[in-house]
């Protein structure tokens, strides 16, 4: 005897009412969502679940979340996370099943908690950290220095986002009219594609190394709730063992995500950086002008000692130059004195004499003999004799 014969469309309509009978609550549920879309206001989910030591998916399902749902629990998730519902994330929702009979089952959302996403979120992020502090990567970033003269610019943006040209009008138009260079290497800053993007100009920045003093990851102008693409392993590694510093300021103020905690320095957005590297280059100047000034003042004091050495030398030869002079002109008065003291005529009107022989004084009779003529000199004049024996 044949079975009763059924139509599709009334065999899924058993379907629709066994299911209807038999899971009438609403349920929570744990899933990764593998495709998350949205449609005229309405977004449509892929979940599935994946064994947790092979990863590989051991259940899948579609999920729908109405409109009217949709535009309640997508703003309230995005503000408690910082993030949109994206692939790859996991999620708890709340929800009940319904079968068509011609689109077939789907489970409907009514309803998703991102303290959940929150959590594991936050356990990824642990986990790439202690993966970077494992590898001895996580603090290499500041252990460099950046230069004193910093002033060529690698540019890591997206080039028609609005934070980067704020960020080169601040760098240009500083109140110091300090010079920079900025070089702009694109890159997506938003998305699934921001890993591989960012990836892709610090590659292009490493091979023209010596042209660049620090990079600068800037991110403006897009939705301040997708930064999924800066919390990756990948990325994380690149920047952390990028020999230049790094600079982030991708406009994101809940929380550090990994590409911040990695960098040399971290700020909030674009402007912020530029403000950032207009006060570094500003406190070199004035370093410099205040060496330049010490300099001055020592070489004035220098020279003002020097000149007030040599007065004081000056002075000091000056003095014993006329001291010697003094010395001399009373050596030159004593001399005199004694020459006059010694005058023979003082003698002769004393009453000595003198007596001349062959126009020489005679100091010892000895020295004349019989018959030698000798001239004696007195006071009033002067008269001869001759030496008979």
Same mark, same amino acid.
């Given at each position: 005897?044949?079975?009763?014969?059924?139509?599709?469309?009334?065999?899924?309509?058993?379907?629709?009412?066994?299911?209807?009978?038999?899971?009438?609550?609403?349920?929570?549920?744990?899933?990764?969502?593998?495709?998350?879309?949205?449609?005229?206001?309405?977004?449509?989910?892929?979940?599935?679940?994946?064994?947790?030591?092979?990863?590989?998916?051991?259940?899948?399902?579609?999920?729908?979340?109405?409109?009217?749902?949709?535009?309640?629990?997508?703003?309230?998730?995005?503000?408690?996370?910082?993030?949109?519902?994206?692939?790859?994330?996991?999620?708890?929702?709340?929800?009940?099943?319904?079968?068509?009979?011609?689109?077939?089952?789907?489970?409907?959302?009514?309803?998703?908690?991102?303290?959940?996403?929150?959590?594991?979120?936050?356990?990824?992020?642990?986990?790439?950290?202690?993966?970077?502090?494992?590898?001895?990567?996580? +603090?290499?970033?500041?252990?460099?220095?950046?230069?004193?003269?910093?002033?060529?610019?690698?540019? =890591?943006?997206?080039?028609?986002?609005?934070?980067?040209?704020?960020?080169?009008?601040?760098?240009?138009?500083? +109140?110091?009219?300090?010079?920079?260079?900025?070089?702009?290497?694109?890159?997506?800053?938003?998305?699934?594609?921001?890993?591989?993007?960012?990836?892709?100009?610090?590659?292009?920045?490493?091979?023209?190394?010596?042209?660049?003093?620090?990079?600068?990851?800037?991110?403006?102008?897009?939705?301040?709730?997708?930064?999924?693409?800066?919390?990756?392993?990948?990325?994380?590694?690149?920047?952390?063992?990028?020999?230049?510093?790094?600079?982030?300021?991708?406009?994101?103020?809940?929380?550090?995500? =990994?590409?911040?905690?990695?960098?040399?320095?971290?700020?909030?957005?674009?402007?912020?950086?530029?403000?950032?590297?207009?006060?570094?280059?500003?406190?070199?100047?004035?370093?410099?002008?205040?060496?330049?000034?010490?300099?001055?003042?020592?070489?004035?004091?220098?020279?003002?000692?020097?000149?007030?050495?040599?007065?004081?030398?000056?002075?000091?030869?000056?003095?014993?130059?006329?001291?010697?002079?003094?010395?001399?002109?009373?050596?030159?008065?004593?001399?005199?004195?004694?020459?006059?003291?010694?005058?023979?005529?003082?003698?002769?009107?004393?009453?000595?004499?003198?007596?001349?022989?062959?126009?020489?004084?005679?100091?010892?009779?000895?020295?004349?003999?019989?018959?030698?003529?000798?001239?004696?000199?007195?006071?009033?004049?002067?008269?001869?004799?001759?030496?008979?024996?």
């Amino acid at each position: 005897m044949k079975s009763e014969r059924y139509t599709l469309h009334t065999l899924n309509a058993l379907v629709r009412e066994a299911i209807e009978a038999g899971l009438p609550d609403e349920y929570w549920v744990e899933a990764e969502l593998s495709e998350c879309r949205e449609s005229r206001g309405h977004c449509y989910m892929e979940l599935v679940e994946k064994d947790e030591t092979s990863n590989t998916p051991v259940a899948k399902a579609s999920a729908k979340c109405w409109k009217q749902t949709w535009s309640m629990v997508q703003p309230y998730f995005m503000r408690t996370t910082g993030q949109m519902l994206r692939a790859g994330m996991k999620v708890l929702l709340k929800v009940y099943p319904q079968f068509h009979e011609a689109y077939g089952f789907s489970w409907i959302v009514t309803d998703i908690d991102p303290t959940f996403t929150l959590g594991d979120m936050a356990q990824r992020r642990q986990q790439i950290i202690q993966k970077l502090k494992e590898e001895g990567v996580f +603090d290499l970033q500041r252990e460099l220095v950046i230069p004193l003269f910093c002033q060529r610019i690698a540019v =890591v943006s997206a080039e028609t986002a609005a934070g980067y040209g704020d960020f080169c009008r601040q760098l240009m138009d500083n +109140d110091y009219g300090l010079q920079f260079y900025p070089t702009l290497f694109p890159a997506i800053m938003q998305g699934e594609q921001v890993e591989q993007s960012v990836i892709a100009a610090l590659n292009s920045i490493n091979q023209r190394i010596d042209d660049f003093d620090v990079v600068v990851i800037i991110r403006g102008g897009g939705s301040t709730s997708d930064m999924s693409g800066f919390d990756t392993l990948a990325l994380a590694e690149n920047v952390a063992n990028f020999p230049l510093p790094i600079i982030t300021g991708i406009g994101h103020d809940r929380d550090e995500c =990994v590409l911040d905690m990695v960098s040399h320095t971290r700020v909030k957005t674009p402007t912020a950086a530029a403000a950032f590297l207009i006060t570094h280059l500003a406190d070199t100047l004035q370093h410099v002008m205040d060496i330049q000034q010490r300099l001055s003042f020592m070489v004035t004091m220098l020279k003002t000692n020097l000149e007030h050495q040599l007065d004081q030398r000056y002075e000091r030869i000056c003095y014993a130059i006329q001291q010697r002079m003094v010395n001399a002109r009373h050596h030159l008065e004593m001399a005199e004195q004694r020459t006059v003291l010694l005058d023979p005529t003082l003698l002769l009107k004393r009453g000595y004499s003198i007596t001349l022989h062959n126009g020489k004084a005679v100091r010892d009779p000895l020295d004349l003999k019989s018959g030698d003529v000798i001239e004696t000199r007195v006071e009033k004049g002067s008269f001869k004799s001759r030496i008979e024996n």
